[in-house]
């Protein structure tokens, strides 16, 4: 059975960096997309961004554009969030994602379009 692997989280003062990795076990064909959502306490479920898999194609949310860059590495089927520049308003479960139904060539929003998740990881970043 597939399943998505993820690690990395941890604690970080403001302004620190941190690089989550979400590695795909189990898969006999191509992703078309891989996406990075975050949780909260107490808040919705939302899309940090994606990538498209085709060609390399990077979506992100406007709160982290040029702070987080998600990334692939191919030959390790691993998708990666590399985290810069972290506030404490970015402390959250972070979960990637993969099997979007539809489109995917956009800013993920609405987490129940993706089948496939990860368990999440804490980042917590502190002031």
């Known amino acids: 059975q597939a399943q998505l692997i993820e690690s990395g989280g941890g604690s970080v003062q403001a302004g620190g960096s941190l690089t989550l990795s979400c590695a795909a076990s189990?898969?006999?064909?191509?992703?078309?997309?891989v996406a990075w959502f975050r949780q909260a306490p107490g808040k919705e479920r939302e899309g940090v961004g994606s990538?498209?898999?085709?060609?390399?194609?990077?979506y992100y949310d406007d709160s982290v554009k040029g702070r987080f860059t998600v990334s692939l590495d191919n030959a390790k089927n691993t998708v990666y969030l590399q985290m810069n520049s972290l506030q404490p308003e970015d402390t959250a479960v972070y979960y990637c994602a993969a099997d979007k139904v539809g489109v995917c060539t956009e800013v993920p929003h609405n987490p129940s379009d993706w089948l496939k998740w990860g368990q999440g990881t804490q980042v917590t970043v502190s002031s």
């Open positions: 990538i498209y898999v085709r060609t390399g194609r990077k």
């Open positions: 189990g898969y006999t064909n191509s992703r078309d997309c």
